[in-house]
């Protein structure tokens, strides 16, 4: 096969997903697995290797990020069943005060993001947002927009969220750069796309709590000594982070053998952290809260359902990749990229963005161009923390212009009550802030990396 075939092979099958997922309504896991063998077959890929190549993609994929994502969806469930996201966020806003509500949601909103997917945290959260509208009489934009801004920084950028871990696994990178440069980039994305944004668009549009969802969540809520305590659930969102982010420290100052480094090692590995803290999460906020072990068996369980969908389809965007790779385009594309004068983070950026605004999905975006980039970045030989931008940079091309195709924009608009207009005038620009100032804080840095 000629090298203008295979290049030109890589671009069909990337239109190709693009057109099953927007056009033809395929399921993202079928239209990636698909197009993974018709990219085989063009590339000229003997039948057997390609066989051969999906199973192993699949399985070199799944390995790591099925029982990562299986462990963060239990630990998440755990938090939202037993009050702990509304704990965090009443709390932050008494010790914050209700003139600087904005910023103890946007706190609230990044830290809950890391174990409980954005959608259910903002319904989880939402009640709050109504009630701080009534009593300020402010449009709900000025309390939303931060803790929107700050539930999409953490989802989108910070594991063990399902995106960055995807994203992480297939480039083959230490979670802990990751976690690392993800709040770096995502402090000051939160801050400027949250309260700075929020106080400037809540200016121009007023948004009132919309009747139908007053009607539908009614005004109850669990009382004040219901909810597990702050200090609990901020130790066990933290301790995952932390676990993993000694060992990455460890790694780097510690020698080899080292008793410290060894232990560290070990239960800083995400298996090991999350299995921890989700242990801990089915004593501390079920069973010393009165929840039978059925009951913990139960919520586990109904936690394992939404995730189901996300492993399945990062399996098939690292089938994806592996088929880059075995069919010898993966190598093409990376010499190209040597010779190349643009940086390998603005080329993920770039290639993120236009599969986002293209389809919708944030996580495929980030998994199709995960899958594109891994062939590229192990032909340049990149070091870990050159990779932890990398995988920011990609989650920052999947955040930007939310659109008509997001869900995301629907759920935004039918909870805050805005036409599709104010939606896009809002929930867009903010993700597209997030996008934009998230890259170029990991941009600048790659120039010291």
């Known amino acids: ?42 590339s000229g890929m003997p039948v057997n290797k390609i066989i051969e190549s999906v199973q192993f993609g699949m399985s070199d994929t799944l390995g790591f990020v099925a029982i990562v994502i299986g462990l963060g969806a239990m630990f998440g469930r755990m938090l939202e069943v037993s009050g702990g996201a509304e704990r965090l966020a009443r709390t932050l806003i008494d010790k914050f005060g209700e003139a600087k509500a904005q910023w103890a949601l946007v706190l609230t909103g990044f830290i809950v993001s890391i174990p409980v997917f954005l959608d259910v945290a903002l319904v989880i959260l939402i009640p709050i947002i109504y009630s701080l509208a009534r009593k300020t009489k402010k449009s709900l934009l000025y309390y939303g927009i931060p803790l929107l801004a700050g539930l999409a920084v953490t989802h989108s950028f910070i594991p063990p969220t399902p995106g960055p871990i995807s994203v992480a696994k297939i480039l083959g990178v230490d979670l802990g750069w990751v976690i690392l440069f993800g709040a770096v980039a995502g402090i000051p994305a939160a801050i400027i796309a949250g309260p700075v944004f929020g106080s400037y668009i809540s200016k121009k549009i007023h948004a009132v709590e919309p009747e139908y969802i007053r009607a539908e969540l009614g005004e109850e809520s669990p009382s004040d000594k219901d909810l597990p305590s702050f200090g609990l659930i901020s130790f066990l969102i933290l301790l995952p982070l932390v676990l993993i982010l000694g060992n990455t420290l460890s790694d780097a100052v510690l020698p080899d053998g080292h008793s410290v480094k060894t232990a560290l090692t070990f239960i800083g590995h995400p298996f090991v952290a999350l299995l921890i803290v989700t242990i801990a999460a089915f004593f ?8 039978s072990r059925e009951d913990i068996q139960s919520i586990a369980t109904k936690a394992l359902e939404p995730a189901g969908i996300i492993i399945l389809i990062t399996g098939a965007g690292g089938v994806f990749g592996q088929v880059l790779v075995d069919s010898g385009i993966g190598d093409l594309m990376g010499e190209m990229m040597k010779g190349s004068s643009l940086p390998p983070v603005l080329l993920a950026f770039v290639i993120s963005s236009v599969v986002r605004m293209a389809q919708g999905s944030a996580t495929v975006a980030m998994i199709t161009s995960a899958g594109l980039m891994a062939p590229i970045v192990k032909a340049l030989g990149l ?55 998230g890259f170029g804080v990991v941009f600048v840095i790659s120039f010291f990396v």
């Open 383 to 437: 070091s870990d923390p050159s990779l932890g931008l990398m995988v920011i940079a990609i989650a920052a091309g999947a955040t930007i212009l939310s659109h008509v195709n997001d869900s995301g924009f629907w759920m935004v608009s039918r909870f805050f009550g805005l036409s599709e207009k104010d939606t896009l005038r809002s929930w867009t620009v903010m993700e597209t802030l997030i996008a934009l100032i």
């Open 284 to 291: 501390l906020l079920g069973r010393l809260r009165g929840y």
């Open 1 to 42: 096969m000629s090298n203008a075939w295979l290049i030109a092979s890589a671009v069909f099958s990337i239109l190709l997903i693009l057109f099953l997922v927007m056009r033809s309504k395929w399921q993202a896991f079928v239209a990636l697995l698909f197009t993974s063998f018709v990219l085989g077959l063009l």
